[in-house]
């Protein structure tokens, strides 16, 4: 491929990616806006005027976005100095161990896992739905930050440690700005993850949209499982397009 080409491509690419982060946020307000004045619009019975409510409402995305905040908490402090860890010398040997661990979390059912951990802890709320979709989410910020760390030059290293730095000031000044680019993207994954899978904590007693989607199609009731639905789908939205940004503006500038 000529360099006239690849300039080409990057130059579509990143329009794409303009395009895309001033229209995401757009179709996302559109989206809840027209859900809300659609479900306000209709003529409600006494079962579905207790779930679509401006209380209701809010306190279920505000549930939704307490267990995503606290779970994006949790992968970032196990995950990232794991990753590190992982890929130090003297610690590579017990990297697949670990990998095979996250890989079983994220391939194994949601539910299962929600399910398991509520029948081994007891459990119920907030932390029984935030600790199992935890370890569910795991697996994209752990692998990338090993793969970001992996794929540094090791010259780059050498010469870190030739011009007198420490260990520590080569991981902290060049590995881990060399690899936040892949450590945001594995984040982005795991929080559209986290939004996706936080609609089950209904079944232990977690709150958020699940709630709405849980009670519409139990009671049949259509205008509250598509209200809740709609919001899940937005919030995933506008998750995915926070990581977009992240990715954007808090990577190294020379590798933007």
Known sequence: MTSVAVETKQTETKRASGVRMFAQPIVVVVLVVAVLVWAFSQNLDAIEKQSINAPV??????????ISVVVTALVLIIAV???????????????PVFLAIAT???????????????????????????LPITFY??????????????????????AGRGIGMSAFSV?????????????????????????????????VNGGGLGL???????????TVLITG????????????????????????????
């Open 57 to 66: 409402l809010l306190d279920a995305v505000w549930d939704h976005l307490v």
């Open 81 to 95: 100095p794991l990753g590190i860890v992982l890929t130090r010398r003297w610690a590579r040997r017990a990297a």
């Open 104 to 130: 079983i979390g994220q391939a194994s059912p949601a539910i299962g896992i929600l399910v398991l951990f509520f029948l081994v802890s007891g459990w119920e709320g907030l932390w029984a739905a935030a």
């Open 137 to 158: 989410t795991l697996l994209p910020v752990l692998r990338n930050t090993m793969v970001g760390l992996q794929q540094i030059d090791p010259a780059l290293v050498d």
């Open 171 to 203: 991981l902290r000044r060049i590995e881990i700005p060399l690899a936040v680019p892949l450590i945001l993207a594995g984040l982005r994954t795991a929080l559209v993850h986290a939004v996706g899978v936080a609609t089950l904590a209904v079944f």
């Open 212 to 222: 709405l989607i849980d009670t519409g199609y139990k009671l049949s009731r259509v």
């Open 229 to 256: 639905s709609v919001l899940a789908v937005a919030l995933a939205l506008l998750v995915d397009w926070l990581g977009t940004v992240a990715e954007q503006y808090l990577g190294p500038k020379g590798i933007r």
